[in-house]
């Protein structure tokens, strides 16, 4: 009796939560009870006439009561959890991503897994490209050691933004298509062949854009109004004439371009 006594003891919390449920349940036996019965009516009237065995149906839910009793705790505990997600749920927004989620679970659990064993063998991928990046060094010139030394310490900012660059990896996996298309269409080909990146004309773009930023700064400084006597004046001036020349001789060349 002694020994049963202390188990009863060490149960103390569970039988006390049992009896509240139990208790809570019988003060509520008479709504539960009106609601089955309800249900349990609603059923019968949906359902064809002599298609319900009774008996059969009683047997089966004095059969589950017991389980039923026995869960109660747990879905006491459970419920207010419930209620947080279904009211998650009710925000149109998460539903739709959620569908989205589930309607694309093989891929995300493939990603995931995938991920998951990258970063798990993440070390071991670091410490090889190390050792090959010492033997590579060892073999290299003298001269092009500073390069792999400069490789060697860039490792662990790589290795620091992989998470970074696993996130960016849907946006590329969109974007390079796209890239792709532009690369081999012919617009692009003529881009490349119509001289417009050579070096000169990349050098005279340069410079007129340095011209343009330094005019516009000291324009900012010491704004000046320039009537036509004053730009007759401005003629005069060996580098403005310079650049008037230099657009007279391009007005000249493009318009024999353009009437070709």
């Given at each position: 009796k002694a020994e049963a006594l202390d188990q009863i003891m060490d149960k103390m919390e569970l039988i006390a939560l049992t009896?509240?449920?139990a208790d809570g349940f019988l003060k509520r036996s008479d709504t539960v009870i009106e609601n089955v019965a309800g249900s349990v009516q609603d059923v019968r009237n949906m359902a064809p006439a002599g298609?319900?065995?009774v008996e059969k149906t009683v047997s089966v839910m004095t059969e589950s009561l017991p389980v039923l009793l026995d869960a109660l705790p747990r879905l006491t505990h459970s419920l207010p959890r419930l209620l947080a997600l279904?009211?998650?749920?009710?925000?149109?927004a998460k539903a739709e991503a959620l569908d989205q989620i589930i309607?694309?679970?093989e891929l995300v659990a493939l990603t995931l897994e995938s991920a998951d064993g990258f970063l798990k063998r993440s070390d071991t991928v670091i410490e090889n490209i190390a050792d090959s990046v010492n033997d590579v060094r060892k073999l290299a010139p003298a001269d092009e050691l500073n390069l792999l030394g400069t490789v060697a310490q860039t490792l662990p900012q790589l290795a620091a933004s992989l998470p970074q660059l696993v996130a960016l990896l849907p946006s590329m996996t969109r974007v390079v298509p796209q890239l792709q298309a532009v690369l081999d269409s012919d617009e692009f080909d003529a881009l490349m062949t119509s001289g417009?990146?050579?070096?000169?004309?990349?050098?005279?773009?340069?410079?007129?854009?340095?011209?343009?930023?330094?005019?516009?700064e000291t324009n900012q400084v010491q704004p000046q109004s320039i009537g036509f006597f004053?730009?007759?004046r401005a003629m005069q001036d060996p580098d403005v004439q310079r650049a008037l020349g230099f657009f007279m001789e391009f007005s000249k060349r493009f318009g024999q371009a353009i009437n070709k």
């Open positions: 009896l509240e449920s298609n319900i065995d279904a009211e998650k749920l009710d925000d149109p309607d694309k679970m417009v990146f050579s070096p000169k004309t990349v050098g005279i773009v340069s410079e007129a854009g340095n011209a343009l930023v330094n005019s516009y004053g730009l007759l």
